[in-house]
């Protein structure tokens, strides 16, 4: 293991504009060096390095970080195969430290079950190359299929024999370890080949490392499972992985779009006709570790089903997880009867091309559109219908995002914005509120639903404290702690930015409803309390990976924070906010007093409003009704001093 000292060193001495200028062609631009992205496929340049920052960020595609990020990105490794990259650039010496015997062990472990797998493939690809049975049932289904030899050796396709136990012979006779073949799967208890007259699907993880098989009988045995693959090991989670990912990526990037299709052969085929930024979830339904996967690429998926309706209304459902990771997704439907190999084959590659880009659809109004046609008038049916819609737009983290599909679908249902809106907001503090009490998003599979929605139904209908949410708020107030908080924020008074933020948010703090802004705000304060202030690279080199993309993202991200309420657009026309942010400070801060102190005060009102004759004549009520004349007073303050009027 590299020492944290060389690690620190690397840190420290890495200079993020000699680091990218390796890669990418940098001029200046003011204080910044800008240059074309080498993530994403651009014409005017959107990728930006700013020398004083120590980070890059691409305002096209969303990357950003500082140099030991870019070269993961960039070159496709781990973090200490990127520590150790750009120590030898900069000549600084890399100090180990001891692995642990049970970390050695487990590393030798694994290391054997990569070394089994590898063995097992190019006797898969020698079998369908080599032999008269490969050669006559497997090379002959792939041709069928149309694949050329070039993609069936790039795809690593192979063909495991009839025999009982060829495979597994071979492999004890090269000395692996027998156990780690019935590990792996490739040798059954009774020490006969897994896998036998199937075609093989070599599965890769996401460096290209060989990680499991999957076999599909050619047999029409309807007994026999089409297709089987490896168990789960050490090296493979199912969860984890999609199928083509590691050939796929550099094409995900580049599209800054991920295509999603159902089988290993569509990957492939689509893949041979020039469409190379394609993935499979192979049969399980997506997870949100695949979904996590993707996004280390892009922001976009793209979903191709085969035109039959059964299957649509499920996928739609699994979708919402989706969402949730703050992803965009569109569909395309193809014609009935095809799926996309079959598609591409009539179609040709360019026609394809042209068929996805004219017919893709935003999936809330796809399902929107679907819902609805199925209700056809029954307003039963079309109040589910809405209630589901709703469900899947409270699941989007994004606010702005979120409020142009309301807008969307109120024209779509025909129903008023502002009741979508109040809908909407339902949903969301009723999952605020599962979330708080333990009640899960989505019904247990194992357990009875008709409990689970009881018990959702029962949340969402707590009196409204929460419009939409303070998210907007609590992250301008962090962006500007990040970018200014060791700047001055009253000279005279010797008062940084951060100590005005952090002595203004400490009693609201418990109100916040994002995670990271209030996490970053408690740290703060904990430093500030020990007389240190944070600088940049505190943040973009936390040892939270939370905390450092929030800050590579608020260094970045100007304009947009400073004026903004949940019905108006960010006002683009205003100072930088460099020579402001005294005044950004204030504001901002005010902004997040007001909205908390109006969610106290609905809380109040909902109280008073409801209290019995007995309660109204109680001592509780009468501290309530003063906290209440209070908080108005407060908060008529705070909007004087925004100089805004609000009631
Ligand atoms: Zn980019």
Redesign the pocket.
Known sequence: MISQRTIQEVFNTAKVEDIISDFVNLRRRGVNLIGN?P??D?KTP??TVSPSKNIYK?F????GGDSVRFIMEHEHISFPEAIRFIANKYKIEIEETEDSEAEKEKKEVTDSLYLINDFARDYYMDTLFNRNEGRNIGLSYFKERGFREATINKFQLGYATDERDEFTRKAVEKKYNIDFLRTLGLTTKSDADFFRARVMFTIHNVSGKVIAFAGRTLSADKKQPKYINSPESDIYNKRNILYGIYFAKEAIRKNDECILVEGYTDVISLHQGGIENVVASSGTSLTHEQVRLIKRFTSNIKILYDGDAAGINAALRGLDMVLEADMNVKLVLLPDGHDPDSFLVERGSEGFHQFIKDQEEDFIYFKTKILLKETAGDPIKKSIAIKDVISSIAKIPDTLKRSIYIQQCSELLDMREALLVSEVNKIIRANIKAKKIGIPNQPDPDKNEDEWLKQKTVLSTIPPELVINDAWQEKAVATILINYGHEMYDVEQNITVAQYIISNTSEILQYFDTEIPKKIIELVQDLLSKCSIPDHQWYTQNEDESIRNFAIDALTTIYVYADWDSRSMPLQNQKMPDENYIHDASNAILRLQLKKSKRLIAQIEDYLNNASDEVKSSEEYSINMKTYIYLIGQRNQIAEKLGTVTL
């Open positions: 992205c993530f994403h651009e959107s990728f691409c096209g595609c969303g990357r």
